[in-house]
């Protein structure tokens, strides 16, 4: 068992033995077919040449009985009567087995169109009756069309009379050969019976030869093609080796090719981390003159207030007796400057936070999150740099949710804020930010009127260390860190501007949190 399951389930594949095989089964299978196909071609020709001899004998016959019997029976006697006119049924016999004498002729039977036979080879047949529609063929010739049914030994024929031999069972019609109106008068039917014993034996012999000759002619194509594969398979069995050794050979390069990629992936990764970083620091570096200045606002103000407090503090120490209405109006107001110098020191404080979180380095965390609190949040970073240039937002009333890192999006935003503001600089323009919830994703679209970018370096903007800035203002890293930043995002950003003087839409797309 094992070992024929190794021959329909070898571990490698063999082509000599699967040619050998279903060369077996095809060359087994045809011969087969052919046999069968072959001898039934062979018996329908051998019927239907019986068919035609048989038409042929019995129009000989047709013309013998009127010749011999018909004709000078009705000279004679004026009328037929075979049934009472036993001279004339023996007429009759002589005509037929004359006529039949040394043919396959087994039987032979003469109806009247009601199905009596009037006449048989076999004398107790005479007077029997077949009814109308009970025997096809019969009908059929009644009609004026012959038929034919072949019967095989063992079968019963249209009598009922068992079937020793097999035999083609033939019904024709039979007409008076005197023309009437230039037509023959049928006048009844003749039924012959031929030995088709020598039909199993032709057939037998047939199927034989069909097998040995198909059989012979596939085995010599199998051997032709045999010695072809055989060729054919050396051929395969060394490349198969060649390719083995080939494909060896490419997946170790392959595996020392991925290990080399890997390496460079991560230096790129660090690499990407290092630009981010500097890159906020050089935006930091922007914030740091608008910075001062905010802060200075505050602390003067606090010092003002602690001058006041000073001077109204010694004055109301040097007078504690003599105090009139005015000292008192003097010293009430210590709480409201007191609640300024609270407010104005919280706010350095916020200003001061932002900006250290800003900074602050940390590995990328994918978080859900609201993409208008981000701009909300880079405003609150951003706003020093406002000055008298209008920010309008055009944020969408829905949550935006995406999934993605809040502080490398601030930066994003933050830096195309700042290149906002220094397309505005001169012209003193709008900037317009607005966010548009999508069936997919999430667009937020920095507009502004400023100088705009010239058409040829809209495909350069994203490349790193490309700026239209003047010296000094900027590094050429911001929008290629921006892209990488939103492609890892899984993302797109592109910017469009119709020429200088016509503005610039920046338009970030990023997927909707499911």
Known sequence: MKSFHKIFHPEKFNLLLYYTLTSFVAIAAMSLMVGWIF?????????????????????????????????????RDKQID??????????LDHVIRENL??????????????????????PEHIGFTLDRGMNKNLDSAINGKPASVLRLAGTTDSKGIDVVETLLESYYPFYDMEKDGGEKTQIGVLEIYQ???DLKRQITKAREKAIVMTGSAMGILFLALFLIVFKAARIIDTKTHQLIDSKNSLEQKVEERTSEIREA????????RKLIQNEKLASIGTL??????????????IASCAEGLIERLKTALGHKEQRNPAEKADLEVFPEYLKIICDETYRCKTIISNLLN?????????????INQIIHGTLSVGQYQQKDRKIQLHLSREACEVIGDPQQLKQVFLNLLINSFHATEESGGDIL?????????????????????????????????????STGKGTGLGLAICYGIIDVHNGRIEAFSEGPGTGATFTVSLPKAT
């Open 39 to 75: 001898p039934r071609m062979e018996s329908k020709e051998l019927i239907s040449r019986s068919e035609k001899y048989a038409q042929r004998f019995i129009s000989h016959l047709n013309y013998e009985i009127y010749k011999d019997f018909l004709l000078p029976t009705l000279k």
């Open 82 to 91: 075979l049934e009472n006119n036993k001279t004339q049924l023996r007429k």
């Open 101 to 122: 004498y040394g043919l396959h002729i087994k039987k032979l039977y003469l109806y009247d169109f009601e199905g009596h036979i009037i006449y048989s080879t076999i």
């Open 195 to 197: 030995d088709m014993s």
């Open 265 to 272: 992936y991560k230096e790129l990764q660090l690499t990407q």
């Open 288 to 301: 740091t003159a608008g910075l001062a200045h905010e802060i200075n606002n505050p602390l003067a103000s």
């Open 358 to 370: 800003f900074a602050r380095h940390s590995a990328p965390k994918f978080e859900r999150i609201d």
């Open 433 to 469: 930010i607005s966010t548009i919830k999508k069936q997919t994703v999430v667009q937020i679209i920095f507009k502004d009127s400023g100088i705009g970018i010239k058409r040829e370096h809209l495909d350069k903007i994203f490349d790193p260390f490309f700026t239209t800035k």
